[in-house]
Nanobody
Framework: QVHLVESGGGLVQAGGSLRLTCAAS??????????VGWYRQAPGKQRELVGM???????NYADSVKGRFTISGDNAGNTVYLQMNSLNPEDTAVYYC?????????WGQGTQVTVSS
C-alpha cells in the first residue's frame, strides 16, 4: 500500500509562486515503472491533469501551465514537487497527486491553492 500526502497549498496573490509537495510512504516498488501526476479540480469543473513525471525523469505538462509550472523530485523518488510560478486566479483549485505503480494507482487527499486577483 502506498500513502500520498500533499502539502504546500495556500492563498497567494496573482503573479506569486507556491511549491507543492507530494510525499509518498509505504511499499513503493521502484523496480517497475512509476509515474507521478499532479491534477487539479476547480469548483464545478472536472479534475484535469496538470503535469506528470515518469520514473525515468521525463515530464509533460498541460498547455495551460507550460512555462510556469515545473515538476521535480528527490533522488529517492519518494517526494515529488510542483513548483508553480506566475500564478493567476484560473489556477485556483484543489491540487492532487497521483502515483501509478505498475497497474495500481494511489491518490492523495489534495491541497487547496487559491490565487487572488
Amino acid at each position: 500500500q502506498v500513502h500520498l500526502v500533499e502539502s504546500g497549498g495556500g492563498l497567494v496573490q496573482a503573479g506569486g509562486s507556491l511549491r507543492l509537495t507530494c510525499a509518498a510512504s509505504g511499499s513503493i516498488n521502484t523496480n517497475i515503472p512509476n509515474t507521478v501526476g499532479w491534477y487539479r479540480q476547480a469548483p464545478g469543473k472536472q479534475r484535469e491533469l496538470v503535469g506528470m513525471v515518469t520514473s525515468g525523469g521525463r515530464t509533460n505538462y498541460a498547455d495551460s501551465v507550460k512555462g510556469r509550472f515545473t515538476i521535480s523530485g528527490d533522488n529517492a523518488g519518494n517526494t515529488v514537487y510542483l513548483q508553480m510560478n506566475s500564478l493567476n486566479p484560473e489556477d485556483t483549485a484543489v491540487y492532487y497527486c497521483k502515483r501509478r505503480v505498475g497497474l495500481k494507482e494511489y491518490w492523495g487527499q489534495g491541497t487547496q491553492v487559491t490565487v487572488s486577483s
